[in-house]
Protein backbone atom coordinates (compact mmCIF):
# COMPACT_ATOMS: atom_id res chain seq x y z
CA UNK A 1 0.00 0.00 0.00
CA UNK A 2 2.80 2.48 1.38
CA UNK A 3 4.53 1.70 -2.34
CA UNK A 4 1.48 2.76 -4.51
CA UNK A 5 0.84 5.59 -2.26
CA UNK A 6 4.17 7.34 -1.65
CA UNK A 7 5.46 6.28 -5.13
CA UNK A 8 8.33 3.87 -5.91
CA UNK A 9 11.53 5.33 -4.83
CA UNK A 10 12.55 7.67 -2.00
CA UNK A 11 16.19 6.69 -1.15
CA UNK A 12 18.88 8.47 -2.31
CA UNK A 13 20.89 6.71 -3.87
CA UNK A 14 18.05 4.75 -5.17
CA UNK A 15 18.11 0.92 -4.64
CA UNK A 16 16.78 -1.67 -6.13
CA UNK A 17 13.62 -3.19 -5.54
CA UNK A 18 14.78 -6.37 -7.03
CA UNK A 19 16.66 -8.64 -4.52
CA UNK A 20 19.20 -10.22 -6.43
CA UNK A 21 20.88 -6.62 -7.62
CA UNK A 22 21.83 -5.71 -4.17
CA UNK A 23 24.91 -7.63 -4.33
CA UNK A 24 25.93 -6.61 -7.84
CA UNK A 25 25.22 -3.00 -6.16
CA UNK A 26 27.13 -3.33 -3.11
CA UNK A 27 29.95 -5.02 -4.95
CA UNK A 28 30.66 -1.47 -6.54
CA UNK A 29 30.88 0.48 -3.45
CA UNK A 30 32.71 -1.89 -1.26
CA UNK A 31 36.38 -2.51 -1.43
CA UNK A 32 37.47 -5.60 -2.99
CA UNK A 33 37.80 -7.43 0.72
CA UNK A 34 34.82 -6.47 2.51
CA UNK A 35 32.71 -7.63 -0.10
CA UNK A 36 34.79 -10.76 -0.32
CA UNK A 37 34.12 -11.33 3.13
CA UNK A 38 30.13 -10.95 2.55
CA UNK A 39 29.57 -12.85 -0.42
CA UNK A 40 32.24 -15.80 0.74
CA UNK A 41 31.04 -18.97 1.32
CA UNK A 42 33.03 -21.87 2.01
CA UNK A 43 35.03 -24.39 -0.73
CA UNK A 44 33.05 -24.19 -3.74
CA UNK A 45 30.13 -22.72 -2.63
CA UNK A 46 28.14 -26.19 -2.82
CA UNK A 47 26.53 -25.95 0.85
CA UNK A 48 25.48 -21.96 -0.17
CA UNK A 49 24.29 -23.01 -3.88
CA UNK A 50 22.30 -25.96 -2.09
CA UNK A 51 21.04 -23.35 0.22
CA UNK A 52 19.21 -21.50 -2.72
CA UNK A 53 18.41 -24.76 -4.84
CA UNK A 54 16.55 -26.02 -1.67
CA UNK A 55 13.72 -23.49 -2.08
CA UNK A 56 13.36 -23.96 -5.80
CA UNK A 57 12.08 -27.47 -4.64
CA UNK A 58 9.04 -25.99 -3.03
CA UNK A 59 6.09 -23.95 -5.08
CA UNK A 60 3.15 -22.03 -3.46
CA UNK A 61 -0.61 -22.98 -4.57
CA UNK A 62 -2.50 -19.94 -4.24
CA UNK A 63 -6.09 -20.05 -3.25
CA UNK A 64 -8.68 -18.39 -4.84
CA UNK A 65 -11.78 -15.88 -3.32
CA UNK A 66 -10.74 -16.45 -0.07
CA UNK A 67 -12.15 -13.11 1.22
CA UNK A 68 -9.49 -11.89 3.68
CA UNK A 69 -7.86 -8.82 4.32
CA UNK A 70 -4.20 -7.77 3.69
CA UNK A 71 -2.68 -10.99 5.94
CA UNK A 72 -1.72 -10.63 9.65
CA UNK A 73 2.21 -11.23 10.15
CA UNK A 74 2.61 -11.13 13.34
CA UNK A 75 4.37 -13.97 15.48
CA UNK A 76 4.86 -14.87 19.21
CA UNK A 77 8.29 -16.22 20.51
CA UNK A 78 9.47 -16.98 23.88
CA UNK A 79 6.23 -15.15 25.50
CA UNK A 80 6.69 -11.92 23.04
CA UNK A 81 4.76 -10.74 20.43
CA UNK A 82 6.82 -9.36 17.48
CA UNK A 83 4.96 -7.43 14.59
CA UNK A 84 6.95 -9.47 11.52
CA UNK A 85 8.38 -12.93 11.25
CA UNK A 86 12.11 -12.08 10.44
CA UNK A 87 14.55 -10.35 12.46
CA UNK A 88 18.31 -9.41 11.46
CA UNK A 89 20.77 -12.18 11.55
CA UNK A 90 23.92 -11.45 13.46
CA UNK A 91 26.98 -10.58 11.54
CA UNK A 92 29.79 -9.06 12.83
CA UNK A 93 32.23 -6.65 11.85
CA UNK A 94 29.93 -4.36 10.33
CA UNK A 95 32.29 -1.31 10.03
CA UNK A 96 34.15 -3.24 6.92
CA UNK A 97 31.03 -2.12 4.88
CA UNK A 98 29.55 1.57 6.02
CA UNK A 99 31.26 4.14 8.01
CA UNK A 100 27.91 3.35 10.79
CA UNK A 101 28.21 0.41 10.64
CA UNK A 102 26.12 -1.92 13.84
CA UNK A 103 24.22 1.53 14.67
CA UNK A 104 23.08 2.26 11.60
CA UNK A 105 21.72 -1.49 10.76
CA UNK A 106 19.97 -1.80 14.75
CA UNK A 107 18.50 1.57 13.63
CA UNK A 108 16.68 0.44 10.67
CA UNK A 109 15.82 -2.18 12.63
CA UNK A 110 14.43 -0.23 15.49
CA UNK A 111 12.45 1.66 13.35
CA UNK A 112 11.29 -0.98 11.17
CA UNK A 113 10.33 -2.75 14.35
CA UNK A 114 11.99 -6.15 13.31
CA UNK A 115 13.97 -7.44 16.24
CA UNK A 116 18.19 -6.78 15.83
CA UNK A 117 20.63 -9.46 16.73
CA UNK A 118 23.58 -8.19 17.76
CA UNK A 119 26.90 -10.49 17.31
CA UNK A 120 30.04 -11.10 19.48
CA UNK A 121 32.35 -10.07 16.78
CA UNK A 122 30.66 -6.36 16.48
CA UNK A 123 32.23 -3.31 16.03
CA UNK A 124 30.65 -1.34 18.10
CA UNK A 125 29.86 -2.23 21.94
CA UNK A 126 26.64 -3.85 23.30
CA UNK A 127 26.07 -0.52 25.34
CA UNK A 128 26.19 1.67 22.01
CA UNK A 129 23.86 -0.73 20.36
CA UNK A 130 21.57 -0.85 23.25
CA UNK A 131 21.30 2.92 23.15
CA UNK A 132 20.80 3.06 19.15
CA UNK A 133 18.20 0.78 19.60
CA UNK A 134 16.54 1.99 22.14
CA UNK A 135 13.21 0.61 22.69
CA UNK A 136 13.63 -2.21 20.37
CA UNK A 137 13.77 -6.02 20.72
CA UNK A 138 17.46 -6.77 20.69
CA UNK A 139 18.73 -10.38 20.73
CA UNK A 140 22.29 -11.38 21.99
CA UNK A 141 24.49 -13.98 19.81
CA UNK A 142 27.50 -14.95 21.39
CA UNK A 143 30.48 -16.91 19.71
CA UNK A 144 31.25 -18.77 22.93
CA UNK A 145 34.94 -18.45 24.58
CA UNK A 146 36.39 -21.79 25.78
CA UNK A 147 35.68 -22.92 29.18
CA UNK A 148 39.32 -21.20 30.29
CA UNK A 149 37.82 -17.88 29.65
CA UNK A 150 34.56 -18.22 31.32
CA UNK A 151 35.27 -15.34 32.95
CA UNK A 152 34.86 -13.20 29.90
CA UNK A 153 31.67 -15.15 28.62
CA UNK A 154 30.37 -14.19 32.21
CA UNK A 155 30.81 -10.28 31.25
CA UNK A 156 29.44 -10.62 28.17
CA UNK A 157 26.40 -12.06 29.48
CA UNK A 158 25.86 -9.50 32.18
CA UNK A 159 26.52 -6.98 29.67
CA UNK A 160 24.16 -8.12 27.33
CA UNK A 161 21.00 -8.73 30.49
CA UNK A 162 21.77 -5.33 32.18
CA UNK A 163 21.32 -3.32 28.48
CA UNK A 164 18.21 -4.93 27.91
CA UNK A 165 18.82 -8.33 25.35
CA UNK A 166 16.11 -10.53 25.95
CA UNK A 167 17.06 -13.66 24.53
CA UNK A 168 20.32 -14.93 23.97
CA UNK A 169 21.65 -17.03 20.75
CA UNK A 170 24.61 -18.98 20.80
CA UNK A 171 25.96 -20.17 17.69
CA UNK A 172 27.67 -23.65 17.79
CA UNK A 173 29.42 -23.63 13.86
CA UNK A 174 31.78 -21.01 14.08
CA UNK A 175 34.61 -21.80 16.84
CA UNK A 176 36.85 -21.28 14.09
CA UNK A 177 35.96 -19.33 10.57
CA UNK A 178 35.57 -21.79 8.10
CA UNK A 179 37.70 -22.35 4.61
CA UNK A 180 36.74 -19.27 2.75
CA UNK A 181 38.48 -18.50 -0.35
CA UNK A 182 37.31 -15.61 -0.59
CA UNK A 183 39.10 -14.39 1.93
CA UNK A 184 42.49 -16.93 1.39
CA UNK A 185 43.01 -15.48 -1.77
CA UNK A 186 42.71 -11.44 -0.46
CA UNK A 187 44.73 -12.43 2.55
CA UNK A 188 41.75 -11.02 4.59
CA UNK A 189 40.76 -11.72 8.16
CA UNK A 190 38.47 -8.80 9.53
CA UNK A 191 39.42 -9.03 12.91
CA UNK A 192 43.49 -8.94 12.51
CA UNK A 193 43.44 -5.43 10.16
CA UNK A 194 46.05 -2.82 10.86
CA UNK A 195 43.25 -0.29 12.09
CA UNK A 196 41.19 -2.85 14.39
CA UNK A 197 38.27 -1.78 13.85
CA UNK A 198 36.47 -5.06 14.19
CA UNK A 199 36.78 -5.43 17.58
CA UNK A 200 34.99 -3.49 19.42
CA UNK A 201 32.69 -5.16 20.96
CA UNK A 202 35.97 -7.20 23.05
CA UNK A 203 38.22 -4.18 23.65
CA UNK A 204 35.26 -2.74 25.67
CA UNK A 205 34.90 -5.61 28.00
CA UNK A 206 35.87 -4.68 31.14
CA UNK A 207 37.33 -8.30 32.22
CA UNK A 208 39.16 -8.91 28.95
CA UNK A 209 41.05 -5.44 29.30
CA UNK A 210 42.05 -6.30 33.17
CA UNK A 211 43.40 -9.69 31.73
CA UNK A 212 45.09 -7.97 29.25
CA UNK A 213 46.82 -5.38 31.45
CA UNK A 214 47.81 -8.18 33.98
CA UNK A 215 49.34 -10.47 30.73
CA UNK A 216 50.79 -7.52 29.11
CA UNK A 217 51.36 -4.36 31.59
CA UNK A 218 49.52 -2.54 29.38
CA UNK A 219 46.41 -1.23 27.85
CA UNK A 220 44.63 -2.42 24.99
CA UNK A 221 44.88 0.62 23.23
CA UNK A 222 48.38 1.17 24.07
CA UNK A 223 49.19 -2.08 21.63
CA UNK A 224 45.82 -2.87 19.58
CA UNK A 225 47.65 -4.99 16.98
CA UNK A 226 47.86 -8.00 20.03
CA UNK A 227 44.78 -6.88 22.11
CA UNK A 228 42.93 -7.91 18.62
CA UNK A 229 44.41 -11.03 17.78
CA UNK A 230 44.05 -12.17 21.40
CA UNK A 231 40.53 -11.00 21.21
CA UNK A 232 39.68 -12.71 17.90
CA UNK A 233 41.42 -15.82 19.88
CA UNK A 234 38.82 -15.99 22.57
CA UNK A 235 35.33 -15.60 20.50
CA UNK A 236 37.16 -18.33 17.91
CA UNK A 237 38.88 -20.75 19.92
CA UNK A 238 39.60 -23.23 17.74
CA UNK A 239 37.91 -26.07 19.48
CA UNK A 240 34.18 -26.94 20.29
CA UNK A 241 32.57 -26.95 23.51
CA UNK A 242 30.30 -30.10 24.43
CA UNK A 243 27.04 -30.64 25.41
CA UNK A 244 27.46 -30.40 28.96
CA UNK A 245 29.00 -27.31 28.81
CA UNK A 246 25.79 -25.73 27.97
CA UNK A 247 24.56 -26.08 31.33
CA UNK A 248 27.06 -23.29 32.03
CA UNK A 249 25.11 -20.52 30.13
CA UNK A 250 21.80 -21.97 31.54
CA UNK A 251 23.33 -20.69 34.72
CA UNK A 252 24.33 -17.40 33.40
CA UNK A 253 21.50 -16.19 31.18
CA UNK A 254 18.25 -16.54 32.91
CA UNK A 255 16.35 -15.82 29.93
CA UNK A 256 15.55 -17.82 26.74
CA UNK A 257 18.21 -19.51 24.86
CA UNK A 258 18.37 -20.53 21.42
CA UNK A 259 21.39 -22.52 19.67
CA UNK A 260 22.20 -21.65 16.11
CA UNK A 261 23.77 -23.79 13.09
CA UNK A 262 21.26 -26.86 13.83
CA UNK A 263 21.49 -29.29 10.79
CA UNK A 264 19.88 -32.70 12.15
CA UNK A 265 17.16 -34.35 14.12
CA UNK A 266 19.76 -35.52 15.96
CA UNK A 267 21.12 -32.05 17.02
CA UNK A 268 17.95 -30.78 17.77
CA UNK A 269 16.67 -33.64 19.66
CA UNK A 270 19.77 -33.01 22.03
CA UNK A 271 18.99 -29.05 22.15
CA UNK A 272 15.18 -30.51 23.57
CA UNK A 273 17.39 -33.01 25.96
CA UNK A 274 19.44 -29.86 26.87
CA UNK A 275 16.47 -27.83 27.96
CA UNK A 276 17.12 -24.59 25.69
CA UNK A 277 14.04 -22.51 24.87
CA UNK A 278 14.68 -22.48 20.56
CA UNK A 279 17.30 -23.33 17.61
CA UNK A 280 17.89 -21.71 14.28
CA UNK A 281 18.12 -24.42 11.58
CA UNK A 282 21.09 -22.55 10.04
CA UNK A 283 24.30 -23.25 8.41
CA UNK A 284 25.79 -19.91 8.62
CA UNK A 285 24.79 -19.31 5.23
CA UNK A 286 27.03 -21.67 3.93
CA UNK A 287 30.33 -19.87 5.27
CA UNK A 288 31.64 -22.20 7.49
CA UNK A 289 31.47 -26.33 5.70
CA UNK A 290 31.13 -26.91 2.32
CA UNK A 291 29.53 -30.06 0.91
CA UNK A 292 26.43 -29.33 3.22
CA UNK A 293 22.99 -29.95 2.87
CA UNK A 294 20.73 -26.98 1.61
CA UNK A 295 19.17 -25.27 5.27
CA UNK A 296 15.74 -25.88 4.30
CA UNK A 297 15.92 -29.26 3.11
CA UNK A 298 16.86 -29.87 6.26
CA UNK A 299 14.00 -28.00 8.44
CA UNK A 300 10.69 -30.03 7.96
CA UNK A 301 12.48 -33.21 9.60
CA UNK A 302 13.68 -31.37 12.29
CA UNK A 303 10.30 -29.60 12.56
CA UNK A 304 8.63 -32.78 12.78
CA UNK A 305 10.78 -34.04 15.46
CA UNK A 306 10.88 -31.37 17.65
CA UNK A 307 8.74 -28.16 16.51
CA UNK A 308 6.14 -28.89 19.44
CA UNK A 309 9.19 -28.44 22.39
CA UNK A 310 10.80 -25.62 21.14
CA UNK A 311 10.76 -22.62 19.15
CA UNK A 312 12.30 -23.68 15.73
CA UNK A 313 13.95 -20.33 13.80
CA UNK A 314 15.63 -20.77 10.49
CA UNK A 315 18.06 -18.75 7.83
CA UNK A 316 20.64 -19.67 5.56
CA UNK A 317 19.70 -18.37 1.57
CA UNK A 318 16.23 -16.36 2.58
CA UNK A 319 16.26 -13.48 -0.36
CA UNK A 320 12.55 -12.96 -0.74
CA UNK A 321 8.96 -12.53 0.85
CA UNK A 322 7.97 -16.00 -1.29
CA UNK A 323 11.50 -17.37 0.75
CA UNK A 324 10.18 -16.37 4.21
CA UNK A 325 6.70 -17.52 3.30
CA UNK A 326 8.14 -21.00 2.37
CA UNK A 327 10.18 -21.11 5.21
CA UNK A 328 7.06 -19.99 7.89
CA UNK A 329 5.32 -22.61 5.90
CA UNK A 330 7.65 -25.45 6.64
CA UNK A 331 7.02 -24.58 10.37
CA UNK A 332 9.89 -22.10 11.19
CA UNK A 333 8.35 -18.88 13.77
CA UNK A 334 10.69 -16.91 12.60
CA UNK A 335 12.89 -16.06 9.57
CA UNK A 336 16.50 -14.49 9.60
CA UNK A 337 18.21 -12.21 7.35
CA UNK A 338 21.65 -12.27 6.88
CA UNK A 339 23.38 -11.30 3.40
CA UNK A 340 20.68 -9.07 2.08
CA UNK A 341 20.58 -6.40 4.83
CA UNK A 342 24.52 -5.99 4.71
CA UNK A 343 24.28 -5.45 1.43
CA UNK A 344 21.54 -2.33 2.11
CA UNK A 345 24.21 -0.92 4.29
CA UNK A 346 26.94 -1.21 2.05
CA UNK A 347 25.01 0.68 -0.24
CA UNK A 348 23.29 3.13 1.60
CA UNK A 349 23.74 3.21 5.43
CA UNK A 350 20.65 2.75 7.54
CA UNK A 351 18.47 3.93 4.57
CA UNK A 352 19.61 0.68 2.74
CA UNK A 353 19.09 -1.62 5.78
CA UNK A 354 15.41 0.04 6.02
CA UNK A 355 14.59 -0.47 2.34
CA UNK A 356 16.01 -4.07 2.27
CA UNK A 357 13.82 -5.06 5.26
CA UNK A 358 11.05 -3.19 4.44
CA UNK A 359 11.03 -4.65 0.70
CA UNK A 360 11.04 -8.33 2.41
CA UNK A 361 8.10 -7.78 4.49
CA UNK A 362 6.15 -5.87 1.42
CA UNK A 363 7.14 -8.74 -0.81
CA UNK A 364 5.59 -11.26 2.01
CA UNK A 365 2.36 -9.62 2.82
CA UNK A 366 1.79 -9.43 -0.75
CA UNK A 367 2.79 -12.83 -1.41
CA UNK A 368 0.67 -14.57 0.86
CA UNK A 369 -2.14 -11.93 0.62
CA UNK A 370 -2.13 -13.05 -3.29
CA UNK A 371 -1.96 -16.59 -2.09
CA UNK A 372 -5.36 -16.18 0.04
CA UNK A 373 -3.40 -17.04 2.82
CA UNK A 374 -4.97 -14.52 5.51
CA UNK A 375 -2.14 -14.54 8.37
CA UNK A 376 1.14 -15.87 8.64
CA UNK A 377 0.65 -18.27 10.97
CA UNK A 378 0.87 -21.76 11.13
CA UNK A 379 -2.78 -21.98 10.86
CA UNK A 380 -2.89 -20.23 7.57
CA UNK A 381 0.90 -20.32 6.09
CA UNK A 382 1.28 -24.36 6.63
CA UNK A 383 2.39 -27.59 4.36
CA UNK A 384 -1.24 -27.45 2.65
CA UNK A 385 0.45 -24.63 0.53
CA UNK A 386 3.47 -25.59 -0.73
CA UNK A 387 3.81 -28.58 -3.58
CA UNK A 388 6.67 -30.17 -3.72
CA UNK A 389 8.14 -30.03 -7.39
CA UNK A 390 9.93 -33.05 -8.28
C1 LIG B 1 27.47 -13.87 9.30
N1 LIG B 1 26.85 -14.75 10.18
C2 LIG B 1 27.13 -14.68 11.53
N2 LIG B 1 26.48 -15.50 12.40
C3 LIG B 1 26.70 -15.40 13.74
O1 LIG B 1 26.10 -16.14 14.50
N3 LIG B 1 27.59 -14.46 14.21
C4 LIG B 1 28.27 -13.62 13.40
O2 LIG B 1 29.05 -12.79 13.84
C5 LIG B 1 28.07 -13.74 12.01
N4 LIG B 1 28.76 -12.95 11.14
C6 LIG B 1 28.44 -12.96 9.80
C7 LIG B 1 29.07 -12.07 8.93
C8 LIG B 1 28.71 -12.02 7.60
C9 LIG B 1 29.37 -11.02 6.70
C10 LIG B 1 27.70 -12.90 7.11
C11 LIG B 1 27.26 -12.85 5.66
C12 LIG B 1 27.11 -13.81 7.95
C13 LIG B 1 25.82 -15.71 9.69
C14 LIG B 1 24.43 -15.07 9.70
O3 LIG B 1 23.99 -14.83 11.00
C15 LIG B 1 23.40 -15.98 9.00
O4 LIG B 1 23.41 -17.24 9.59
C16 LIG B 1 23.67 -16.13 7.51
O5 LIG B 1 24.07 -14.89 6.95
C17 LIG B 1 22.42 -16.62 6.81
O6 LIG B 1 22.65 -16.91 5.49
P1 LIG B 1 22.36 -15.88 4.28
O7 LIG B 1 20.98 -15.32 4.49
O8 LIG B 1 23.42 -14.85 4.33
O9 LIG B 1 22.46 -16.76 3.09
Request: with cysteine; net charge negative; proline share 5%.
Amino acid sequence: NEVYANGLQNIKPPISFYPLDWEAAAKEVLPAESFGYVWGSAGIRETDDNNRAAFRKWSIVPSRLVKADFPNLKTSLFGQEYEYPIAVAPVGVQHIFHRDAEIAAATAAFKEKIPYILSSASSTSIEDVATANSTGARWFQLYWPSNENNDITISLLKRAKETGYSVLVVTLDTYILGWRPSDLTNAFNPFLRPDNIGVELGFSDPVFRRQFRERHGKDVEDDRGTAAAEWAHIIFPGTSHSWEDLKFLQDHWDGPIVLKGIQSVRDAEQAVEAGVQGIVVSNHGGRQQDGGVGSLDVLPEIVDAVGDRLEVIFDSGVRTGADIARALALGAKMVLIGRPYVYGLAIAGEAGVSHVLRSLCGDLELTLHLSGIPSSSSKHLNRSVLRRNV
